[in-house]
């Protein structure tokens, strides 16, 4: 059960696109297309953003696409906000009933 | 409102035991399964354990298996997790998270949990 790899920062100022990548293996990422994202502020609980790989909750702002290729899952946010300064976390579904989540990337908007 | 309220964290010696418990409200609690997810401070997210709604299967992560227990009671809408045997590394935030389509769409605020002499 590794955890996934998730690099462990980015930035990007207002308005502008970043993507946070989430790499596995074919025993988890790269096997099943249930991988989510959950956003975590400081001292609050995480929240989760995609679903399925590139669905979003009702309530998740549109800015927030993903998609997944092989191995690799990505996380995209488009016109940053200074609301979305936060921590990401990927997770997988990796089979027998056991989940596994990257390390977490810190996004600072510039 | 879908609400996850977790209580039961505290201090505790290494190897001792804790309890957490997870009262749920705003949805059906007896259809969907549940899990327990960790956060050590300044660290990331850990699966931690799973149980479906009937409560009949279970599993663990590696990290935990043979000393947690996952447990529910549907007709009081709540969780629980039993740890035994507990080290300096199972210290963490523990929250309580309702799963749909594999992955884990509903939080509680967390319970903190610190093993420590």
């Known amino acids: 059960q590794s955890a996934l790899t998730q690099p462990a920062s980015v930035s990007g100022s207002l308005g502008q696109s970043i993507t946070i990548s989430c790499t596995g293996t074919s025993s988890n990422v790269g096997g099943y297309n249930f991988v989510s994202w959950y956003q975590q502020h400081p001292g609050k609980a995480p929240k989760l953003i995609i679903y399925e790989v590139n669905k979003r909750p009702s309530s998740v702002s549109n800015r927030f696409s993903a998609s997944k290729s092989a191995n690799t899952a990505s996380l995209t946010i488009s016109g940053l906000q200074t609301e979305d300064e936060a921590d990401y976390y990927c997770c997988s579904y990796a089979g027998s009933i056991t989940w596994v989540f990257g390390g977490g990337t810190k996004l600072t908007v510039l | 409102e879908v609400q996850l309220v977790e209580s039961g964290g505290g201090l505790v010696q290494p190897g001792g035991s804790l309890r957490l418990s997870c009262a749920a409200s705003g949805f059906s609690f007896s259809a969907v399964p549940m899990n327990w997810v960790r956060q050590a401070p300044g660290k990331g997210l850990e699966w931690v354990a799973h149980?479906?709604?009937?409560?009949?299967?279970?599993y663990y992560a590696d990290s935990v298996q043979g000393r947690f227990t996952i447990s529910r009671e549907n007709d009081k809408s709540s969780l629980y997790l039993q740890m035994n045997s507990l080290r300096a590394e199972d210290t963490a935030v523990y929250y309580c998270?309702?799963?749909?389509?594999?992955?884990?769409?509903?939080w509680g605020q967390g319970t903190l949990v610190t093993v420590s002499s």
């Open positions: 149980i479906r709604n009937g409560g009949d299967i279970i």
């Open positions: 998270v309702r799963d749909t389509y594999y992955a884990f769409d509903s």
